[in-house]
């Protein structure tokens, strides 16, 4: 039964590294046209909208997603997920109503094929460069003032203890927040450390849950409010997911 198990993973890993790679490959002119021009972004990101939901499908995973409150279309959000697996990125993008920019981390750019287009379309953050981190910050107020919404996982990194609930947060996201005076939107992905975590021979098909919890309003707050801006949002995410793993 253990050999069985082992087989199962490694053809279910191989079927989601192909998937993945084939389906970038399959529309790579597509991909190259509408990410050349920042002005297609919108049309770029129904695309990968497409794409994750796709991949999601095909790996046998089923989306729920739980409403505390509803996005507006007409007003800009600052997106705060926690981290716990690769496929966090299909499930922000299959969720998401407005079209926003993630700000990811350099290394996901090393990635065949899927880093050179995740370079076009992302904002990159180099966490071992100050200058970097700058450049973040002032390339992300300028998407922000162009009317795309940011997602940030303000964890940074997914933990290396999968047996942590949540990371510490990162200051940016809430700085940011502030600065635009847009809406810090917590969000709870509870499943997919199970269903898909950065263990090899683990996880399964499934249902994946996600909570979008009520937005925490930021137009009275200054910058000196940001971290306690952090603290509430880690603390609403955090006994969130412990809630969660005690059921």
């Not at 909208?49 to 007409?74: C, H, P, S, Y």
């Not at 007003?75 to 920019?101: E, G, Q, R």
């Amino acid at each position: 039964m253990k050999f069985l198990k082992r087989i199962f993973y490694i053809f279910w890993r191989c079927w989601f590294y192909g998937w993945v790679l084939f389906s970038i490959i399959a529309i790579f002119p597509v991909l190259l046209v509408v990410t050349s021009s920042e002005n297609l972004y919108p049309t770029f990101f129904k695309i990968a909208r497409i794409w994750a939901k796709t991949n999601l499908f095909v790996m046998g995973f089923r989306v729920k997603i739980i409403e505390n409150q509803f996005i507006d279309k007409q007003k800009s959000y600052m997106f705060c997920p926690n981290h716990t697996s690769m496929i966090d990125v299909m499930i922000m993008l299959a969720i998401a109503k407005n079209p926003f920019v993630f700000v990811g981390k350099i290394e996901l750019t090393k990635i065949p094929v899927f880093g050179f287009f995740y370079k076009r379309t992302c904002i990159i953050v180099d966490r071992s460069d100050s200058g970097s981190r700058k450049a973040v910050f002032d390339e992300a107020r300028r998407r922000l003032n162009n009317g795309l919404d940011v997602c940030i996982f303000p964890e940074g990194l997914v933990p290396s203890d999968e047996s942590v609930i949540l990371s510490d947060f990162k200051n940016g996201a809430f700085r940011l927040a502030i600065e635009h005076k847009i809406p810090i939107v917590p969000i709870s992905f509870y499943d997919c450390k199970k269903r898909f975590s950065y263990t090899f021979f683990s996880g399964s098909p499934g249902l994946l849950r996600v909570k979008i919890h009520p937005f925490i309003d930021t137009n009275n707050l200054t910058l000196k409010d940001s971290n306690s801006l952090k603290k509430q949002t880690f603390g609403l995410i955090y006994n969130d997911l412990l809630s969660d793993s005690l059921k």
